[in-house]
């Protein structure tokens, strides 16, 4: 049977607000480098006050991911909440820009929150550190699902981020039903670290139960297995999980599969930002799937697409995806 969509992501819809600061500056305004922290409303506007944005653009770290599938000619819808005010209509017309189907409800008017936004700041070594105002996107509900969707497509792709809200878990368990009564598959990122800590036990509940396919980078998943050995994380999350995708920055990344573990080598490219590079290897890996490539060849199309992400700032693709693979023999 022929689906709709190759994936359909389920995750945060926010505006990512992106600006150049040093060190002295996330010092002087107690920001944690190189990881996301969630912020209010009062410190969102605060922090807006203080930077020069560079760039503002649709965010979220699993709308990047499906908006590179969608770059690449794959059918994609995405399921996120944000509100009828000016970053919110921003944030929709941009992913159906890009040919993204996007018709999640709008937040209620009455709501005291607004739509999401990330400030970005990336320091001169391209570490980006994510203050993440969620906004309305946190209240992601069950009846947001759009099943029909879900049912309709091969994959569905959760983004762990969006477990910080008080609806969220029933919502992806809603979205997991719908898809496997389908016959269709689950894939997860772990996002951060922090966010592995917060929801430790319900991930790796998840993780073992029903997810095909694992996303994360080396420190999220030893996060997730409580150990500092990369390999025995490897080894016990491949016990788990069908699929584990697991970037490991200059050293590329590693694919386990039943056991065998695949190592696929970097890009070297010097780094402008790093924001988005996980999204994108992602991106680059399930397209590689739907279209029916090997395990190798996902995982050299997702290195290669992170490459070309952290080449410069945003978390949005400048160069033409499947043109890059045919000049590096992948395609």
Not at 215 to 231: G, V
């Given at each position: ?14 505006v ?5 600061e040093?060190?002295n ?16 409303q ?110 309709d ?5 959760l ?26 598959k689950?894939?997860?990122t ?34 997730m ?6 390999n ?79 080449s410069?700032?945003g ?17």
């Amino acid at each position: 049977m022929t689906k709709t969509y190759h994936v359909v992501g389920i995750g945060n819809a926010m505006v990512d607000i992106l600006c150049y600061e040093d060190e002295n500056f996330l010092n002087l305004n107690e920001i944690s480098k190189g990881v996301m922290q969630l912020i209010d409303q009062t410190r969102a506007k605060k922090l807006h006050k203080l930077i020069k944005v560079s760039k503002s653009m649709s965010g979220g770290s699993a709308a990047n991911t499906i908006a590179g599938i969608a770059q690449l000619g794959g059918n994609t819808a995405y399921i996120g909440k944000v509100k009828d005010d000016q970053l919110g209509n921003i944030f929709a017309q941009d992913l159906r820009n890009q040919n993204v189907i996007y018709s999640t409800p709008f937040a209620d008017d009455k709501s005291v929150d607004e739509t999401g936004r990330c400030t970005i700041i990336v320091t001169p070594d391209g570490e980006r550190s994510m203050n993440t105002y969620l906004g309305v996107t946190e209240y992601l509900q069950p009846s947001d699902i759009d099943e029909q969707k879900i049912k309709d497509s091969e994959w569905i792709y959760l983004e762990g981020y969006r477990f910080d809200g008080p609806e969220s878990h029933e919502a992806f368990n809603k979205a997991i039903k719908a898809c496997k009564s389908a016959n269709g598959k689950v894939s997860l990122t772990l996002s951060d670290p922090f966010c592995v800590e917060r929801h430790h036990d319900s991930f790796h509940k998840m993780i073992k139960s029903d997810i095909d396919l694992l996303f994360c980078n080396e420190f999220e998943l030893k996060a997730m297995y409580q150990t500092n050995d990369l390999n025995q994380a490897l080894e016990l999350c491949s016990n788990e999980v069908e699929i584990l995708a697991c970037t490991a920055a200059e050293k590329g990344a590693y694919i386990m599969n039943k056991g065998v573990k695949t190592h696929i080598k970097a890009n070297p490219t010097q780094i402008v930002d790093a924001t988005g590079a996980g999204d994108m290897f992602a991106g680059g890996f399930l397209w590689g799937l739907t279209a029916g490539y090997n395990l190798e060849i996902c995982g050299k199309m997702g290195c290669l697409a992170a490459s070309e992400i952290i080449s410069h700032l945003g978390a949005r693709a400048e160069k033409d995806l499947k043109t890059l693979f045919k000049e590096n023999n992948i395609l």
